[in-house]
């Protein structure tokens, strides 16, 4: 008898147009494997998910509800198995303040902050150069700001952020490569290096061919600098308490340190995603990368 799989996707979040492209992908793949596959596109509400009568839900929702530890609490609630990472770790990931609290006490390194609530708590060291001020809780760069410095800043908007968030992360920002690593399980697969031709790696740098990303697999980092960003990967996703695939977010400078930024829960499925690019260099392809990842999933995670 065939598994049936609940593919969660879409979803209520600003990162909806990226979920449904996951979701696309993992659909086919699942298919493939010969799944009876039922896709849905939840609402915030909690849905009777028990009445599809599955094996099992696969999460492709990406940013708040899906990848917050919210989607992950229903399914709990109705004692279904699901994919990805838990209520707690999800939570924990999600919120860019707690995370950075939880790399710093295990000594992970990660780049000075300060949580902003008003426009004048910017005179601080951390904006005496370049600076990013970013929300707490987004993911894929959604509402992520950079400035050269204090002078340049537009206040009218960050008013309009501060309005919209309640605060804001500032981050002292890192000159150098930008890396990923995915992790699957309880190993690092590997490392690869991310060269956009935007100002940053922002969501349409991430998302739209025609930005032309450059991505390089391998990282371009001597032996020793990849395996260290290899293992601040793993111990960022077990001290996290992920399970499954993440993908975490680094910058290492010229003087080969290394400074994690971020620990995605639910990394992207779609034809320009970092994760089964990794895994395809690895030798693992997506259809691969797809099953294992139905074969993790588990409840109480």
Same mark, same amino acid.
């Not at 696969?58 to 838990?86: P, V």
């Not at 919209?164 to 150098?176: A, N, P, R, S, V």
């Not at 399980?185 to 930005?211: H, M, Q, T, V, W």
């Not at 992207?268 to 999933?297: C, H, N, R």
């Given at each position: 008898m065939k598994k049936k799989i609940l593919l969660l996707s879409g979803g209520p979040s600003?990162?909806?147009?990226?979920?449904?492209?996951?979701?696309?992908?993992?659909?086919?793949?699942?298919?493939?494997?010969?799944?009876?596959?039922?896709?849905?596109d939840p609402n915030k509400k909690f849905t009777d998910y028990a009445k599809y009568k599955c094996n099992l839900a696969?999460?492709?929702?990406?940013?708040?509800?899906?990848?917050?530890?919210?989607?992950?609490?229903?399914?709990?609630?109705?004692?279904?198995?699901?994919?990805?990472?838990?209520?707690l770790a999800s939570a924990l990931a999600m919120?860019?303040?707690?995370?950075? /609290?939880?790399?710093?006490?295990?000594?992970?390194?990660?780049? #000075? +902050?300060?949580?902003? !609530?008003?426009?004048?708590?910017?005179?601080?060291p951390i904006s005496n150069g370049k600076f990013v001020l970013k929300p707490i809780n987004e993911g894929s760069?959604?509402?992520?700001?950079?400035?050269?410095?204090?002078?340049?800043?537009?206040k009218k908007k960050i008013k309009q952020y501060l309005k919209k968030y309640k605060k804001l992360l500032q981050e002292e920002f890192?000159?150098?490569?930008?890396?990923?690593?995915?992790v699957m399980g309880n190993k690092a697969l590997g490392a690869?290096?991310?060269?956009?031709?935007?100002?940053?790696?922002?969501?349409?740098?991430?998302?739209s061919a025609k930005a032309?990303?450059?991505?390089?697999?391998?990282?371009?980092?001597?032996?020793?600098?990849? /395996?260290?960003?290899?293992?601040?990967?793993?111990?960022?996703? #077990? +001290?996290?308490?992920? !399970?499954?695939v993440t993908r975490s977010d680094f910058r290492i400078r010229d003087d080969n340190k290394i400074f994690i930024l971020e620990i995605n829960t639910q990394p992207g499925m779609t034809s320009l995603s970092l994760v089964p690019e990794?895994?395809?260099?690895?030798?693992?392809?997506?259809?691969?990368?797809?099953?294992w990842i139905v074969s993790d999933a588990s409840i109480n995670r």
């Amino acid at each position: 008898m065939k598994k049936k799989i609940l593919l969660l996707s879409g979803g209520p979040s600003k990162e909806r147009a990226v979920s449904i492209n996951s979701g696309k992908a993992v659909y086919k793949a699942l298919k493939k494997l010969d799944y009876n596959v039922i896709k849905i596109d939840p609402n915030k509400k909690f849905t009777d998910y028990a009445k599809y009568k599955c094996n099992l839900a696969f999460n492709a929702l990406h940013g708040q509800f899906g990848e917050d530890g919210t989607i992950q609490s229903y399914l709990e609630k109705q004692k279904i198995r699901y994919t990805h990472s838990g209520v707690l770790a999800s939570a924990l990931a999600m919120d860019k303040v707690k995370s950075k /609290k939880i790399f710093i006490k295990k000594k992970i390194n990660t780049p #000075k +902050y300060k949580i902003i !609530k008003k426009i004048s708590e910017l005179s601080n060291p951390i904006s005496n150069g370049k600076f990013v001020l970013k929300p707490i809780n987004e993911g894929s760069s959604v509402g992520v700001l950079i400035y050269d410095n204090l002078k340049k800043i537009n206040k009218k908007k960050i008013k309009q952020y501060l309005k919209k968030y309640k605060k804001l992360l500032q981050e002292e920002f890192i000159e150098g490569k930008e890396v990923q690593v995915a992790v699957m399980g309880n190993k690092a697969l590997g490392a690869i290096e991310i060269r956009p031709k935007r100002k940053f790696y922002d969501f349409n740098a991430k998302y739209s061919a025609k930005a032309k990303t450059e991505h390089i697999m391998p990282a371009k980092l001597d032996k020793l600098t990849y /395996k260290r960003v290899l293992q601040m990967a793993l111990k960022a996703h #077990k +001290y996290i308490g992920c !399970k499954g695939v993440t993908r975490s977010d680094f910058r290492i400078r010229d003087d080969n340190k290394i400074f994690i930024l971020e620990i995605n829960t639910q990394p992207g499925m779609t034809s320009l995603s970092l994760v089964p690019e990794i895994a395809e260099y690895k030798g693992l392809s997506f259809i691969k990368l797809i099953q294992w990842i139905v074969s993790d999933a588990s409840i109480n995670r």
